[in-house]
């Protein structure tokens, strides 16, 4: 079995092309059952985000697992294969598993060391276990990944300051208007990336904000965890009130086709009205046209790469003690790898050894009588199957615990020649 992880990301695609492959939680079932539906494909996992998409999937055959992969990209960005390749890495077993790790970590993020990605990995593990994409290694792996990312955020300083996109936006704003404190901000959506940009505006001084949501509930929910800033609130059916009011527009919302474009905002804004938009969602909430009008300036993620750049030296010492991290934790997680090709003998030992308690424990009940039998066979069971387990306990422990790969196989095979079982295995084969 191999590992591979396949996708493109703001380091290897536009954001034009990254939102043409944006998965939503909605779809992720139908895209892992499609995924595992592929031949040589035994476990898929999913992590989309504005950043990034990438597929990690165990498979037994790695060219056709990564054709496999890139046909289903092709397909679902109505992309020629070749169009797709240029924005594609693909990333090979011990690669693959140290990339999840500094994803996890916040070491390949936009922003260095942000913190949301965690919440990310975390949801990906979860929705794949859900979906049944996830199996014995991906399910490892990416627990290994999370205790990689909260390990490193605890024990480096990297996630500390403003580490987030929703940051990054709100710095991109104060370089573009000074003060903030006089504009009227207006935020679309009210999920986790407008807390944050709520929680930046509000320490940068900004104090007229206008939250827009689907529901009230929803802005009352986000409100709520600011109680001394006076935040106002009206749903998407007056959004066209509040931009016409506003300076700023911040969009963070999951629709998956624009809610502003050019011949919207003619409509909504009054003539000369100047108007800086901030479009930090993935697909984008905000269509390109909106530039053609002259007073309108439109930012989306991949123009916070010049104020992300600034905040970067002073992270890249941290990254380099996270990295050191990292690789302790690549190295446990290959030590368990490896120490899989154990599974094999190790069952067959434990089928033997069970296979004669069960046929001695047949003949002893059979010549205690029944009466004695049924009375006292879960007691005599307990009993020689706790003898057999603490038997094969240590074999079993020294066996996983061999990390020089030439000891290992050669106590595996003086394990099958000592119980017999190269000959067992054969003969099932024979007759099975």
Known sequence: MNIIVVGLSHKTAPVDVREKLSISTQQMEGAIAELCSYPHIQEAAILSTCNRLEIYVVTDEVDRGMRGVTQFLA??????????????????????????????????????????????????????????????????????????????????????????????????????????????????????????????LLSKGANHITIVNRSIEGAQDLAKQFPDSPLRLCTMEHMDGAIADADLVFTGTSATEPILNCSKLEQILAPGQTLLLFDIAVPRNIDADVNQIAQVHCFNVDDLKAVVAQNQESRRQMAMEAEVLLEEEVDAFDIWWRSLETVSTIRSLQDKVESIRTQEMEKALSRLGSEFADKHQATIEALTKGIVNKILHDPMVQLRAQQDIEARKQAMETLRTLFNLEAESQSSRQFG
């Open 75 to 200: 397909e679902r960005s109505k992309l020629s294969i070749y169009d797709l390749r240029h924005h594609l890495f693909v990333l090979l077993h011990q690669d693959a598993v140290m990339h999840l790790m500094r994803v996890a970590a916040g070491l390949d993020s936009l922003v260095l060391g942000e913190g949301q990605i965690l919440a990310q990995v975390k949801h990906t593990h979860k929705v794949g276990q859900q979906y049944h994409g996830i199996g014995r290694i991906l399910n490892h792996l990416f627990k290994n990944a999370l205790s990689a990312g909260k390990r490193v955020r605890t024990e480096t300083s990297i996630g500390t300051g403003a580490v987030s996109i929703s940051s990054a936006a709100v710095e991109l704003a104060c370089l573009k208007v000074d003060p903030i404190s006089s504009q009227r901000v207006c935020i679309i959506g009210a999920g986790k990336m407008a807390r944050l940009l709520v929680q930046h």
